[in-house]
């Protein structure tokens, strides 16, 4: 492992954005969560593959959660989640994890001598948890993250990897 430097916190708290053109389904699903929650209007939303992102601001994550289990029997077979649209790219990455304890956070070189955020769990189950059955919420993170983020420095989002610290 290395050191933390000044230039992994450049890369961290890097300001982001949103790049998406809406389909059809994405407009309905749009109209749908307004309606399903009285009136808050997601700030982007994402499908990819089996997964359904709502990201919503800050101040209307908590009141929105309170639907969440409504939508996901409705939305089936659908994984539908509802994440903290934040700004800064390290504050989103722990948004992506919101019920599970990230240890620390790493961007360290890989087996091939390239870059990846390494996100550390205290154990193997947390780990199995955060990317999902084979592999499927970790791969679906890492296409949002390239397909959909814009950082600042219009660097593309590193490869992000989950390990276990036991």
Do not use: W
Request: glycine share 4%.
């Amino acid at each position: 492992m290395g050191f933390y430097t000044i230039i992994d916190d450049l890369y961290f708290y890097q300001m982001l954005s949103f790049v998406r053109k809406y389909s059809n389904f994405e407009l309905k699903l749009n109209t749908y969560f307004y309606n399903k929650t009285n009136g808050i209007t997601p700030e982007f939303i994402v499908v990819i593959n089996k997964f359904i992102f709502f990201f919503v601001r800050k101040d209307k994550y908590f009141t929105s959660k309170i639907y969440l289990g409504s939508i996901r029997r409705e939305i089936t077979p659908k994984k539908v989640l509802i994440i903290r649209a934040e700004n800064v790219f390290i504050n989103l990455l722990f948004s992506f994890f919101p019920d599970l304890y990230i240890h620390d956070i790493k961007i360290e070189n890989n087996t091939s001598g390239e870059r990846e955020i390494s996100l550390y769990f205290l154990s193997y189950k947390d780990r199995g948890i955060a990317i999902g059955r084979r592999g499927e919420y970790i791969k679906c993170l890492n296409e949002l993250c390239q397909r959909y983020i814009i950082l600042e420095n219009k660097i593309t989002p590193l490869e992000i990897k989950c390990k276990a610290l036991d």
